[in-house]
């Protein structure tokens, strides 16, 4: 196996005072295999993949507990299944419960474990306090810190997401495998919450010790968008590609930002033919979540600036027709709901709410079905209203919960897509009590982003309709 010779057998774990309970340093070497790649957002074909290195692993050692968790964490942090719906993966999480209490484990891998457990049952801020409790002991646990991060981002727990780096940062040393990714998961914390010039200072730093790191670049595609800096968005982008390209979990995440600042320009065909080379491919070869909600936030916001899109949402729609009843994430559901909507697929959206309903109803210990009553249900119906042609039911829906659609999760980047649907449907309203709404939004707007053209039109439409 000589290409895992560079990767940490059982006695380098031990020295990192991270030990592993297996006596396999094959499975101790694909464990830092999959670790990798999880953390360079990359499919490595040397090491045969994650999906490869993960069926060795299992191979390797089938009672490996941190080999069970995280092979099934990988599955559970991808949003694309869940336990309810998958009993494969259902049977997974079991098994794994049951062989870690069949050996002794360290404290650690028990969080983990644990951790990974919760998470399934859709409590995720409680999973999110076990991976805490590892770095609390253990700041240089790689796995807890990028199971936490994303978790946190999926509860749109910004502070949170860099905090939790903040606090394990300086225990990162130059000689610690992986350490200058460390520098851009921070530094996207940071960027989130709007420092952006110590964001982009981090992410050039990881950026120096490692070009292909196609987190940092993504952290500083934000850093444009979210000054409208769109000049330097598109040349930093074209400059920087191939050296992210091939980075094959994240590239299309990185050309969506580079067709954003397209639309922000009102440049709608160039934007187009990046959708149709990179990012519709990307979500008809893998049909990973982070793609689905690409395709679908694209062709929305196009469609919201008056573009044809001819059959495009008919080729999304199979993809995120299988997910209508999953309700993993909320920020997911609205996604699928798009295609649908946009599709004309009367039956999946019916689906796709009704089920999302009655999960709201028993919601258990589920964050995401808790918060779906209050939130994520107003925004789907807001959606829908706004296919029927009702702005003024969308202000309704929409309007009280605006502050509150940063709990689904997502970038602030992301969820910009409900801003401007919330202005769209302003600009459009009949009613005399939503007549200022479109004004006071677009004010906003250019206040916290001054020199967006997007934001240029938008005023520009609303002169036109005397709303200005």
């Not at 909600?293 to 001819?310: A, N, P, T």
Request: with cysteine; aromatic share 8%.
């Amino acid at each position: 196996m000589a290409a895992l010779a560079p990767l940490r057998d059982c006695q380098a774990w031990k020295d990192a005072r991270l030990p592993l309970s297996t006596t396999s340093n094959e499975a101790c070497k694909l464990f830092d295999a999959t670790l990798t790649q999880y953390v360079k957002w990359t499919n490595d074909k040397s090491l045969g993949g994650i999906e490869g290195c993960l069926s060795k692993l299992k191979a390797a050692d089938p009672t490996f507990a941190m080999g069970h968790a995280i092979s099934n964490g990988l599955v559970l942090i991808g949003t694309g299944s869940s336990v309810k719906l998958d009993k494969e993966l259902d049977l997974a999480v079991k098994t794994m419960v049951e062989t870690s209490r069949t050996q002794p484990l360290t404290r650690r891998e028990q969080l983990h474990v644990s951790a990974v457990e919760t998470f399934a049952k859709g409590n995720f801020p409680k999973a999110c306090e076990l991976w805490e409790q590892i770095l609390q002991d253990h700041p240089t646990d790689m796995l807890a810190l990028k199971f936490s991060h994303d978790a946190y981002f999926y509860l749109g727990y910004q502070e949170q997401m860099r905090d939790s780096v903040a606090r394990i940062y300086p225990f990162w040393t130059p000689d610690i495998p992986l350490s200058s990714y460390v520098k851009g998961i921070y530094s996207f914390g940071l960027m989130e919450t709007n420092f952006y010039d110590q964001a982009k200072k981090l992410a050039r730093e990881a950026l120096s010790m490692n070009p292909t790191d196609a987190w940092s670049v993504h952290t500083i595609a934000h850093i444009h968008e979210m000054k409208a800096e769109i000049k330097d968005g598109l040349e930093f982008m074209q400059h920087s590609e191939a050296q992210w390209k091939d980075s094959d979990m994240l590239a299309c995440h990185n050309y969506w930002h580079w067709a954003l600042y397209l639309i922000e320009k009102g440049e709608y065909e160039a934007a187009l033919t990046i959708y149709d080379t990179h990012i519709l491919p990307s979500l008809q070869a893998g049909g990973g979540m982070l793609d689905v909600v690409d395709s679908c936030s694209m062709l929305y916001r196009l469609q919201m600036e008056g573009v044809s899109l001819g059959q495009r949402w008919q080729d999304v729609l199979p993809v995120t027709q299988k997910h209508s009843r999953d309700h993993v994430l909320l920020f997911n559901d609205a996604h699928f709901l798009m295609a649908s909507l946009g599709a004309h697929d009367t039956q999946t959206t019916q689906e796709l709410l009704t089920t999302l309903r009655d999960a709201s109803e028993s919601p258990g210990e589920n964050c995401q079905h808790l918060l779906a009553r209050d939130v994520g249900l107003p925004l789907c119906q807001a959606l829908v209203e706004v296919e029927a042609g009702n702005p003024d039911r969308v202000l309704e829906l929409l309007l009280p919960i605006r502050y509150r659609i940063v709990q689904l999760g997502g970038s602030n980047a992301q969820r910009d897509v409900f801003n401007q649907l919330l202005i769209h449907a302003a600009l459009n309203c009949t009613s005399s009590v939503h007549k200022n709404v479109a004004r006071s939004l677009l004010m906003e707007r250019d206040a916290l982003k001054p020199n967006s053209p997007l934001t240029e039109r938008l005023i520009r439409k609303a002169t036109s309709v005397h709303l200005m």
